[in-house]
């Protein structure tokens, strides 16, 4: 194949392509070609390779797995609590909630530290990242950078408590992770700004290094934002002086739904009056009733509808940066986004196979040293369901002993 800027050098077949810039390359050619990228790009196991992608998604898959334990249990309470709103005499409602189940205990324990990898794995591979740049080729920044959206993600779905900004006493541990949390979110921040500002500026279906193919079309503009806004709030979580900013953030939403729900039922009493309304008042005041049956049926509907949108849109801070809406939701969508993030590396990793100039199933260092450390989530998971399942004998045998008539001094030195 040749190309060149003059297409009278062509004769009339050719084939054309427009830079940003305004020049145009002229190309010979009876076949079709790969606008999007016509360029082999150099292999880089340590990045792309098998055991590095099947080590980032195990984790993260594991982690947003252990995540729904808890979640599921709260499903249940919440169900519970509805049923008794409901059938207030109903047997079912109980005291369970008050109580940790086993498993939910030992998982909340497991994602303490699963949270933490996740953190520290983020962290790691946005540094590998930058420490490449500019000699990165855009195939390898958008796979690193999608490890990392990965991985945070995974994190955030887990809703350690750490991360929960009603704290009054926080330790020094915790504050450390915070701010681990925070410098890995503005290093992956940094790293997608340049890598969308470098694919946009510099794109080169030509050049080497500079291009690969994907599917995806949608911009991460709109996540950058939000990541950002949760960066805010996880820095002013970390500045004694501002974190019951962070406070008023959620009490801002709870006293306007309280509002908003305290204006759709005295919507939904006036209404009920004027439709209750004896049937010879009603023929009498016709004319008089109607309007007024009218207006408040509008006013039901916009309080109700108020009471949706504002529930929405808390749901939707949670999802897309920062917030404490309904958790549930939350890890719905963050299984979304699992799934989404997983599609994105394997769609990148095969549609570029054949451009990938070099061996990445090479099985050096940089790819069985993930996967050996997965060993560790099994050692972490055992210590667990171990403090999990004390924690709970521990709690059988004081509520023994606290059964009237029986000792409470060999409890009490056992506890101690």
Known sequence: MSYGTNSTLFGEDYWWYR??????????????????????????????GPGVIASFLATASITVLVAMVPAFYELLDWLSMIKGKLWPSSPAISNRSSKTPFLAEAATRLLGFLCDLQIITAFAIVVAGLAQYPKISFYHENIAVNYWWLS?????AARIEYMTADLEIIP????????????SVILGLVFQCIINIRESRDWNFLGKSTCFLHHDRSTTWPWVAGAAMYAVFLLLTI??????????YSALFDR??????????????????RLS???SIRNNLLSSAL???????????????SVILLWLLRQFLNIW????????????????????DAYEIIDVKLTNRDLINGNETYWGFGQILPLVLMVTIGYAAVDALQEASAKEKCKASTAIALQPGQPTEPVLSQLE
Do not use: E
């Open 321 to 340: 940066s920062f917030g404490d809406g309904f958790g549930l939701l939350l890890i719905f969508f963050y299984i979304v986004f699992l799934v989404w």
């Open 291 to 305: 309007p007024s049956k009218a207006v408040y049926l509008v006013l039901v509907l916009i309080s109700s509808s």
């Open 152 to 156: 945070v993600n995974s994190f955030l």
């Open 19 to 48: 830079y940003k810039n305004g020049t145009i390359i002229y190309f010979n050619g009876t076949y079709s070609m790969n606008f999007a990228c016509n360029a082999t790009t150099k292999a880089d196991p340590d990045i792309a």
């Open 277 to 279: 309304r004896p049937a």
């Open 256 to 273: 306007g739904q309280g509002a908003f729900i305290k204006w759709q039922k005295k919507s939904f009493h006036a209404l009920h009056i």
């Open 172 to 183: 020094a541990r915790i504050t450390i992770r915070r701010a681990g949390v925070l410098v």
């Open 239 to 248: 500045i004694p002086t501002t974190r019951s900013w962070t406070k008023c």
